[in-house]
T-cell receptor, first 112, second 109 residues
């Protein structure tokens, strides 16, 4: 089934630990995005990639890093987790910047 | 700064019609999107407007006025399964989506 797969579905993480959230799409979309969604706030862009080999910073990039080695994969890494990074993380993709986004099912991360 | 405003919560009755408004101020405009998000799930695409006017798609319609920085999502013949959050998002001049906080729609029998 074509779409975006995120892993893990949920995770409880000790503060200070390193964590990588995985995102894989099989739609050959060029653009990919990482968002966090917190209660009462809109989706906030963390990092994005318009095409394989390129990445850019979004609205809230601090504490996060990404890589885009190929078209399909776009992992998000928290180098040293802090409680304020407790959130639901969504990965999304689109064929081109101008197209609507397809979202993964999300990763619920709790940092304690 | 860039800003998307939509009501936090709305309540409507099954079978009725509801209109969810969205106003925006962004650097540039390359289209407005509406997404539906059920609790605990990912957002799913509903509609896209880039020109002024009404776009109809079954029970859902979306309207855009670029001069007023305004859009609405109209839901007709409401069903219980329409209970969800509805997210308004504008694509700015850099082709980045700017998201509103969402409107939680509660449908009562």
């Amino acid at each position: 089934i074509a779409g975006i797969t995120q892993a893990p579905t949920s995770q409880i993480l000790a503060a200070g630990r390193r964590m990588t959230l995985r995102c894989t799409q099989d739609m050959r979309h060029n653009a990919m995005y990482w968002y966090r969604q917190d209660l009462g706030l809109g989706l906030r862009l963390i990092h994005y990639s318009n095409t394989a080999g390129t990445t850019g910073k979004g609205e809230v990039p601090d504490g996060y890093s990404v890589s885009r080695a190929n078209t399909d994969d776009f992992p998000l890494t928290l180098a040293s987790a802090v409680p304020s990074q407790t959130s639901v993380y969504f990965c999304a993709s689109s064929p081109k910047e101008k197209d609507g986004y397809t979202f993964g099912s999300g990763t619920r991360l709790t940092v304690v | 700064g860039q800003n998307i405003d939509q009501p936090t919560e709305m309540t409507a009755t099954e079978g009725a019609i509801v209109q969810i408004n969205c106003t925006y101020q962004t650097s540039g405009f390359n289209g407005l999107f509406w997404y539906q998000q059920h609790a605990g799930e990912a957002p799913t695409f509903l509609s896209y407007n880039v020109l002024d006017g009404l776009e109809e798609k079954g029970r859902f319609s979306s309207f855009l006025s670029r001069s007023k920085g305004y859009s609405y999502l109209l839901l007709k013949e409401l069903q219980m399964k329409d209970s969800a959050s509805y997210l308004c998002a504008v694509m700015d001049s850099n082709y980045q989506l700017i998201w509103g906080a969402g409107t939680k729609l509660i449908i009562k029998p």
